[in-house]
Structure formats: C-alpha cells, structure tokens
C-alpha cells in the first residue's frame, strides 16, 4: 500500500508542541497551506546511470543497481525546502562515488539537498564540495538539511565552504538534522528522526563570517536521535565575530522537545548513543565565542550516553575581553542534559591572546546544570584542565577489551569499533 504524507508550506510546532530553542519561549506558528502527496515506499523503480539519478522523482523510492560514478558533472542536489525528497533511496550496499559540487552551490548541499525521506544502505566516494557562499548555507554528503532518517550509509571525501555573510552548517554527513513536525503533531505523536550506523572519514574545511555550525557527522541536530555511528575527521574552522559551534561529531544539539511534557510522554529523553568519534580539530578564532568539543561543541537537553571520543584540539587566534572560548574533550558546553558512561581523549594546543576568557576542561569545559559527570572517564593531558569532569583514566586501559567489557559493560561490536 502507498504511503500518504501532508506536505505543509512551514514546519509548525503544534500548540502542544513547543520549542525553547530556535523559536524561543512559548512562540508557535501556524501553516499557511497544505497540500497532500501520495509517496510510494513499497515499489522501487531500480536505476543504475547518472541521467537515471538525477531524474528522480520527489515522491518515488528507488534502489541503486550499480555503483554510479560523477566525475566530470556539477551535481544539482536533489529536492528543495518546497519540494523534498520525500521517497526511500536504497542504495542497495552500491556506491556514488566523485560527487562535485563548486559552481551550482545552493542554500542546500549535497547528493540531497532537503531529505524528507530515508536514505539506507549507500556508499558515497570522493565526495568534493567547495564554493563560497554569502546567504545561510547546510552542507552534507549524503543531505544539506534532513527530517528524514539516513541509516547504514557511508561517506567520505572533502567539504570546503567559505561563507562570507551567512550561517553555516556542515557535516560529511549531514548539514542539519531536525525531527520531523507537521501541523497535527502532538507530544504522542512525535519521534525523533533517525541518524543510525553511519561511517564517514574526511576533511572538513570552514571560514564562517556567521554563526559556524560545524561537526564531523552534522553540524547541527535537533531532536534527532543518534545512534552507533562513527566518524574519523580532519576538522577546520575559521571564524569571525559571530559564535562558532564546532564538535568532532556533531557542532551543536538541542534534544529536549518532550522535556516538560512528562503527564503526556513516558520518556522525554532523545539520545545520542553508542557512537565514536576521532577527530582532528583546528580553529582559528578571531572576536568570536567558540564552543569546541571532541565529540560535541554545544549540547543541551540531549541524553548523552556510551560515547567514546578522541581528538586532538588546536585554539589560536585574537579575542577580545568580552569573548569567551569553552574547549573540552567531549563537550565544549553542556546545558540541563546528562553525559554518562562516556570515554574522552583529548590533546589541546591554546595559543589565544591573553584577553580571552578561557575554559578548558577535559569532559566539558561549560557545565550549566548540577548533574553527576563521575561515570565518565577522562584521559589526564599534560596540560591540566581547569574544569575537572570524570574519573582520570590511562591509555593502557583504554587500549584494553576488558576495561569496557567490564567497567562499561559495553558490547563486543561496539568495543571493535574502537579498538580496530
């Protein structure tokens, strides 16, 4: 049977449904039009070119049949804000290797530009995504912005962005990813969309005259739920005057879209779980607040748990008196959400300007809530944090199964993960 789905001309947070976080305290906003689309997500028309590819059809599924290969063609990302992907794209275990996109940038970036559907099971190769921009940007491999699920898929390659007036939120996976919400939606109803097993690997090359939404797997996720992915990330950032929010995983999340309607919802919280991160991270920051985390920059309301993280943190840069730069090893800020069982590794090199406010810590460096961070575990850097978080672990134990088998009591898999 044929799905149907309510396309809405604007995302609306129902009036039982409201967000502190982009819209602020108690505001709503209502729909203007709807118009219904019969989406077909049971029969899957098989394509196998590059014309096939970029005929698809906003409100179809498809399944890959071969690997499809992009050099020499400046991708046009598939679906808009007005009209996304809305379909399931199996990418079948084939890959989409070479895609470019320099000259035919768009507010959304990437082999989708608006994701509303599923990706499953696709392989990206080489991906090379460089242009400048000066209007608000979301750059990611597979989706520039996504309220649809991308499960099973791996990315690798290159972005780099200059945005000289606007936003910007990168990620080799995603640019942005937000649960979805329509003009019915109400506490029962909602569930977090799904960011699920993914790998990528790459670099990630950002100079942002705007805000800087920035991470390895997304720069941006809101009420998503995010889960036994991993990351392998050269990340750096330029920024300028405006805040940046930069994680070796994700750059900046918001999860607390139930919290509050506990009568309603048994469980209000949204995780981001079992995933690792390796991360290199550079920023070079120039009168701006930055947030830079290892695993994430800026975290509020999301329940973290049985994360591991690993980077290396590297600060310069002129400040002002009034700016302040928050580094840690797992999160740069952390506002009323619950880190637990996480295992940090972080290196710092700092070399800002002596006016700048400074807070290092090896778990979080801007810790906003009375939570209990002792189930976590750090790694003790020669440079001794100023903000304590966790119990001091050795690279021996890191390095060894038992240590998570039994202190943890993480699972085989997800121990291979990081051991391998």
């Avoid at 906003?58 to 809305?86: F, V």
């Avoid at 090379?128 to 597979?142: A, L």
């Avoid at 300028?240 to 607390?256: A, E, K």
């Amino acid at each position: 049977m044929k799905k149907i789905l309510t396309i809405t001309a604007m995302i609306i947070l129902g009036f039982t449904l409201v967000s502190c976080d982009l819209l602020g305290s108690g505001t709503t906003t209502t729909a203007i039009t709807t118009e219904e689309i019969i989406v077909d997500t049971e029969n899957f028309i098989q394509i196998d070119t590059v014309s096939e590819l970029q005929s698809i059809e906003m409100n179809k599924s498809y399944r890959l049949t071969s690997n499809i290969d992009l050099t020499g063609i400046e991708w046009n990302p598939i679906g808009n804000q007005s009209n996304p992907y809305l379909g399931i794209f199996d990418g079948n275990d084939y890959t989409i290797s070479n895609l470019t996109i320099s000259d035919n940038n768009q507010i959304y970036n990437g082999l989708f530009g608006y994701l509303s559907g599923t990706v499953k099971d696709l392989f990206m190769t080489n991906i090379d995504i460089e242009f400048e921009s000066n209007f608000i940007t979301y750059v990611g491999g597979i989706a520039g912005f996504t309220n649809g699920d991308i499960i099973t898929s791996n990315v690798s390659g290159s972005i780099t962005v200059v945005n000289t007036e606007s936003n910007s939120y990168v990620g080799l996976l995603a640019g942005f990813a937000q649960g979805k919400l329509n003009p019915t939606t109400t506490v029962v109803d909602f569930t977090p969309n799904v960011i699920q097993t993914n790998i990528v690997n790459g670099t990630i090359n950002v100079t942002s005259s705007g805000v800087a939404f920035i991470g390895g797997l997304i720069g941006k996720t809101y009420n998503s739920t995010v889960i036994n992915n991993i990351t392998n990330t050269v990340i750096s950032v330029v920024t300028s005057g405006l805040p940046g929010y930069i994680g070796g995983f994700i750059g900046h999340n918001y999860g607390g879209i139930l919290i509050g309607f506990e009568d309603q919802v048994d469980n209000t919280l949204i995780y981001i779980e079992e995933n690792v991160s390796f991360s290199d991270i550079t920023v070079v920051n120039t009168n701006s607040d930055v947030s830079i985390g290892g695993f994430i920059g800026y975290n509020k309301k999301g329940y973290n748990r049985n994360n591991y993280s690993e980077t290396i943190i590297d600060l310069s840069g002129t400040a002002l008196e009034t700016n302040i730069a928050r580094v840690g090893g797992y999160a740069g800020e952390n506002w009323e959400s619950e880190i637990a069982r996480t295992v940090s590794l972080s290196e710092y090199t700092i070399t800002l300007n002596e006016e700048a406010n400074l807070i290092i810590g090896n778990l979080v460096a801007g810790a906003y809530s009375d939570l209990d961070y002792t189930e976590n575990y750090v790694l003790q850097t020669p440079n001794t944090a100023d903000v304590e978080m966790g119990i001091v672990i050795t690279l021996s134990q890191t390095n060894n199964s038992d240590f998570y088998l039994n202190t943890l009591e993480w699972s085989a898999a997800f121990i291979n993960n990081i051991l391998e």
